[in-house]
């Protein structure tokens, strides 16, 4: 049940980011019409296909969530059990806002970013930042909402450099990788400034247990790969795929382009894989 309620926790911070940070992207990177048109990236199926995921892996999470208070199968939850975590619990109020937006969202398919802002913070009432003050709470929305711009913005980026190119849409590529630079900035100091008001929070400044310490040196390694790409993104290869366009042979620099932003994209999903398995460790380690 325990490799159920993480992997389930993963694949909805995964679809979530996905929901906010592309419509996030849209208002950061992309002009008005490119928003609109659709032809640079398909906002309506997507906020629609991420709605729709949100909410079956709401309802099996909850389902999950349920049949291990309850000592049930999934198709066969405890109606007492189920009540007492819907109507009892805070967590169950954020579940329930979350359904909400995310079926509002798959009605309407193009509000990616408002319901996806609201659907990504209801996570923060399933962590360890749901037992905190409020400040820790606000702290855990901050870092939710800055990861999912940064993972949406690097799947619209995965989107656009795999595809078939005219030179037009080279160049907007490069100008939105250049764009990035300033968002990107932002987005890594709120990071590591909420990263570390969480962690000092959830432990009290003591040394957490073992597996959560571990996850949580796994998962700032990991982090400073990302930074690291990023960087090289942004001073190297960026520059170079400009120089490589002005001289008409974009593609050796494109490829990289490609290489590294997969890289670190995957990079990225593994990160929302250890924060998934933190939410089920105990952080003292005693439980």
């Known amino acids: 049940m325990e490799a159920l309620a993480i992997s389930v926790r993963f694949l909805l911070y995964l679809d979530l980011m996905a929901l906010f940070g592309l419509g996030a992207f849209g208002l950061h990177a992309l002009r008005r019409d490119e928003r609109v ?11 629609r296909l991420t709605a729709g995921l949100g909410l079956g892996l709401s309802l099996l999470g909850l389902a999950g969530l349920v049949a291990s208070l309850g000592g049930t199968g999934l198709l066969a939850p405890d109606r007492e059990v189920l009540e007492a975590v819907l109507f009892g619990m805070s967590g169950g109020t954020a579940w329930l806002v979350r359904v909400a937006v995310l079926a509002l969202d798959l009605m309407l398919g193009r509000g990616g970013l408002p319901f996806g802002a609201v659907a990504l913070a209801s996570l923060a009432w399933g962590g360890h930042g749901a037992a905190g003050s409020w400040l ?45 630079s300033s968002t990107g900035t932002a987005v890594v100091g709120v990071l590591i400034l909420t990263g570390i008001v969480n962690l000092i929070a959830v432990t009290g400044g003591a040394l957490p247990g073992a597996l959560y310490g571990t996850l949580i040196v796994a998962k700032v390694t990991l982090f400073g790969l990302m930074l690291g790409l990023a960087a090289a993104n942004r001073w190297r290869l960026v520059p170079g795929f400009e120089t490589a366009m002005a001289e008409g042979d974009s593609g050796r620099v494109l490829g990289r382009l490609r290489a590294s932003l997969a890289i670190e994209a995957g990079i990225g999903a593994s990160i929302l894989l250890i924060v998934a398995w933190l939410g089920t460790v105990d952080p003292s380690g005693l439980g």
């Open 136 to 180: 820790q709470l606000g702290a855990d929305i901050a870092h939710l909402l800055a990861a999912g711009i940064w993972i949406g913005a690097l799947i619209a980026m995965v989107w656009l450099a795999g595809r078939p190119r005219e030179q037009a849409d080279l160049w907007r590529l490069h100008r939105v990788l250049r764009g990035f």
């Open 37 to 47: 048109s659709g032809a640079v990236l398909p906002f309506k199926a997507l906020f």
